[in-house]
């Protein structure tokens, strides 16, 4: 099983640029994607970013130009690049994980609001108007 811990969240003004972190430890199967999600407060969670085991990405149309998702194969962690902060990116970032047997892509892991095989806690961004 998988485990994962986020940190790098923060308060930080429109404009401004966060990394955050999401350590993995535990099995991980050979193609497996990650990704992040945010919840808003009285919102839906919803998908940022996701990469897949073979390095491709995927973002929000809401992110795209200003996120980046990267992933340290020998650090088992995954990052997300954030700049160019607006407010409406204030929330609770949490990371997931999905193993799969066989196939996959990073789609699901920014799609999926619920059922993945595994997330984190989640790190608090906030962006204040």
């Known amino acids: 099983q998988v485990q994962l811990v986020e940190s790098g969240g923060g308060s930080v003004q429109a404009g401004g640029s966060l990394k955050l972190s999401c350590a993995a430890s535990g099995y991980m199967h050979r193609r497996y994607c990650m990704g992040w999600f945010r919840q808003a407060a009285g919102k839906e969670r919803e998908g940022v970013a996701a990469?897949?085991?073979?390095?491709?990405?995927g973002y929000a149309d809401s992110v795209k130009g200003r996120f980046t998702i990267s992933k340290d194969n020998a650090k088992n962690t995954l990052y997300l690049q954030m700049n160019s902060l607006k407010p409406e990116d204030t929330g609770m970032y949490y990371c997931a994980y999905e193993g799969f047997s066989y196939g996959g892509n990073w789609n699901r892991c920014l799609t999926t609001r619920n059922g993945l095989d595994a997330w984190g806690q989640g790190t608090q961004v906030t962006v204040p108007s």
């Open positions: 990469v897949y085991s073979d390095g491709s990405t």
